[in-house]
């Protein structure tokens, strides 16, 4: 966005999302389970992540945020209206993806929500600690530019909405098609504060592209610590080291 550059219903109705609150009107990269329908045409290994080849440039993703360095944004919040409904689950090949509806409003710019997907453990670090899942919704807008909000998932109480997810990645995996995953209430996979850092970077597998808008949460959401164990009977090591952060400033929004 140039402001860098120069500095998430029923089915019939929109899940709501404010930066204030929320309201619902082998490979060590392949699934260790069953295989889902295959969804992506890269193919690597996060146990060679050396040989990856960057298009272009060095202005990547995944970072380690330093909160000390942190720079206030002038930016706006973020806006969610995501449809309550997973259009299809597949393994890419380097993790469990969600195909989603909807669109977000995210620092004065209009997006399409594409896609959810998971890395255990979390690829961005917040001052040298890991997570132990980290989500990304994928967003585009008109002009081909992507958005990305990562949130992280740490242990706490039982998750419905991301138990759905795994519930169907595992009907999938045994044969199940054409699945989708119905009142799948994406309010329970962002906070109900959508604060966030902020920084331009890169896609955090190949091809890594970069002009990425990375927005990452402050504020993380709950999961159990049994499904932390599920989603790692698929992946458990399906996330980049942390990059170089190449002088860019991080912001935050709150």
């Avoid at 890419?92 to 620092?107: C, F, K, M, P, Y």
């Amino acid at each position: 966005m140039n402001k860098l550059i120069s500095g998430m219903l029923g089915l019939g109705a929109f899940a709501l999302l404010s930066l204030t609150g929320c309201s619902t009107t082998g490979n060590e990269n392949v699934s260790k389970l069953a295989a889902l329908p295959k969804a992506d045409s890269h193919h690597f290994s996060y146990a060679n992540q050396k040989e990856w080849q960057i298009v272009s440039g060095n202005l990547q993703s995944p970072i380690d945020i330093l909160t000390q360095n942190v720079v206030p944004y002038q930016g706006a919040g973020i806006q969610c209206n995501y449809e309550n409904i997973g259009r299809s689950v597949v393994n890419n090949g380097h993790s469990i993806q969600v195909e989603l509806q909807g669109s977000a409003e995210i620092d004065d710019r209009t997006y399409e929500l594409k896609q959810v997907h998971f890395h255990a453990q979390s690829e961005h670090t917040i001052n040298g600690q890991h997570f132990p899942v980290e989500g990304h919704f994928v967003h585009t807008a008109q002009d081909g530019s992507t958005a990305v909000i990562g949130v992280m998932l740490i242990e706490g109480k039982m998750n419905h909405s991301f138990q759905q997810i795994l519930d169907a990645a595992k009907e999938t995996a045994e044969g199940a098609t054409d699945l989708t995953v119905k009142q799948l209430d994406l309010s329970l996979l962002l906070p109900s504060k959508l604060s966030y850092y902020h920084y331009l970077g890169s896609l955090t597998t190949p091809p890594l592209t970069e002009h990425v808008e990375w927005y990452v949460l402050t504020d993380p959401v709950e999961i159990s610590q049994e499904q932390i164990h599920e989603f790692s009977q698929y992946y458990s090591d399906n996330n980049r080291d942390t990059q170089s952060l190449q002088g860019r400033n991080v912001f935050i929004y709150e």
